[in-house]
């Protein structure tokens, strides 16, 4: 099975307010910055948390795309509408998109 993938590039910029973006980072990265508004379930607890990911359309991130390509497939797996973002946080930053921490201050990707 392929994993369904976006580039940071084919991502809409503002992104739609019915996307749920999935971030699957450990709580240190998550603090560190993230997508503003994103669900924030540890790869490491998403099969005793799947409940949490709200319906629709999902993007899943991590900060390389590694972690967030197991979560996409589960969730995929699971009937979920999910979309592993390839190059992860690191890829999304480096095209320039906005990364914030939970003060609002610009982020970083650890």
Same mark, same amino acid.
């Given at each position: 099975?392929?994993?369904? !993938?976006?580039?940071? %590039? =084919?991502?809409? #910029?503002?992104?739609? /307010?019915?996307?749920?973006?999935? #971030?699957?980072? %450990? #709580?240190?990265?998550? %603090?560190?910055?993230?997508? %503003? =508004?994103? +669900?924030?379930?540890?790869?490491? /607890?998403? =099969?005793? @948390? +799947?409940? /949490? +990911?709200? $319906?629709?359309?999902?993007?899943? +991130?991590? @900060?390389? &795309?590694?972690?967030? *390509?197991? *979560? !996409?497939?589960?969730?995929?797996?699971?009937?979920?509408?999910?979309?592993?973002?390839? &190059?992860?946080? $690191?890829?999304?930053?480096?095209? =320039? @998109? *906005?990364? $914030? $921490?939970? #003060?609002?201050?610009? &982020? @970083?990707?650890?």
């Amino acid at each position: 099975m392929s994993i369904p !993938t976006a580039a940071p %590039e =084919g991502v809409p #910029d503002p992104l739609p /307010e019915s996307l749920v973006v999935l #971030d699957v980072r %450990e #709580d240190d990265e998550w %603090e560190a910055g993230r997508l %503003e =508004g994103s +669900v924030h379930i540890p790869l490491r /607890e998403l =099969g005793d @948390r +799947v409940a /949490e +990911v709200p $319906t629709g359309q999902v993007l899943v +991130v991590c @900060r390389s &795309g590694h972690r967030s *390509a197991y *979560a !996409t497939s589960y969730l995929v797996d699971q009937g979920y509408d999910a979309v592993n973002l390839a &190059g992860g946080l $690191t890829a999304w930053h480096a095209a =320039g @998109r *906005a990364i $914030t $921490t939970p #003060d609002g201050r610009p &982020g @970083r990707v650890v």
